[in-house]
């Protein structure tokens, strides 16, 4: 089941409950990748399965309780990196596992040193930086040994040089950080946030990230499984190939699908909202 909303209300002596049943779950044992699945789903039902509150994240726990250890759900996750020139593609491949908690949801600079790159910085924090001249095919870069946080940075080397440096492959990588005063970081222009998604565009409240316990950040798109066992979320490689879950969604339903029950009869008239049901209830 996809959501059971639960109201009761009490007017003028009147104990109604009022119950609507709008969503179901699906599991389908077949063995596919997120993709897939996807596909799958919004073929055969209306999506992944979305999860939206506490309420539901229960729910569809006790209906997965009888079915594979893990399977997909609708959730993914992404980095949405941009160079400050504009320059498309990343150079991020910072190779290790953090807290999911503290890096959902906020701006991130990258900053590297000598020996790594990249770090993931609060934009705030000052550093060094690097601007380049010329152009994104023929760079040439120079470090600014005065600390400055990531925007102050940004248009130092606007005003100064080209912008600051985008960092295209091997040894660009390697001609920047050599450039780093040595024991410090130095920013580059790369930025971005890192998020987590429903696959029907639905957003994914905070409640949900004390679900996860790290995240690889080398890669760069992954998608959400349950696990069972533990009732938590892992965000893994799309590419591998698992059960999922789907969910079906009717469109706005006809009022008699919603099920009231008053108790104790007094006169009464009211009209609500019942998930997406207009309810007319009336007695005299």
Not at 69 to 85: A, Q
Not at 157 to 182: H, M, W, Y
Not at 262 to 275: S, T, Y
Request: proline share 4%; glycine share 4%; charged share 15%.
């Amino acid at each position: 089941m996809r959501r059971i909303l639960l109201a009761v209300l009490n007017l003028s002596g009147w104990l109604i409950f009022c119950t609507c049943l709008l969503y179901e779950y699906h599991y389908v044992s077949d063995q596919k990748n997120w993709t897939e699945a996807q596909n799958h789903c919004r073929q055969d039902y209306t999506d992944l399965a979305t999860i939206e509150n506490t309420t539901e994240l229960n729910q569809f726990i006790n209906v997965s309780s009888v079915y594979s250890i893990i399977f997909w759900t609708g959730l993914y996750s992404k980095f949405n990196w941009t160079w400050s020139d504009g320059y498309m593609e990343s150079e991020a491949d910072n190779r290790h596992t953090v807290s999911l908690k503290s890096y959902l949801g906020r701006h991130w600079c990258m900053s590297i040193s000598q020996f790594t790159y990249l770090h993931f910085d609060n934009c705030s924090a000052e550093y060094p930086f690097i601007c380049y001249n010329g152009t994104q095919q023929d760079p040439e870069f120079t470090c600014v040994n005065e600390s400055r946080n990531w925007f102050s940075a940004q248009s130092y080397c606007r005003e100064n040089f080209t912008d600051l440096a985008t960092v295209k492959n091997s040894i660009q990588k390697l001609k920047t950080q050599n450039l780093v005063p040595g024991g410090n970081r130095a920013w580059i222009g790369l930025n971005g946030y890192y998020d987590l998604y429903w696959s029907d565009g639905s957003s994914v409240e905070s409640f949900f990230w004390d679900r996860f316990h790290s995240i690889d950040l080398n890669i760069p798109m992954a998608c959400g499984l349950l696990n069972r066992l533990s009732n938590e979320f892992i965000l893994y490689p799309c590419y591998t190939t698992h059960p999922f879950m789907c969910d079906s969604r009717s469109p706005p339903s006809p009022a008699g699908e919603c099920y009231c029950f008053p108790v104790e009869q007094r006169a009464c008239e009211m009209k609500m909202l019942i998930g997406f049901v207009n309810v007319y209830l009336k007695n005299s």
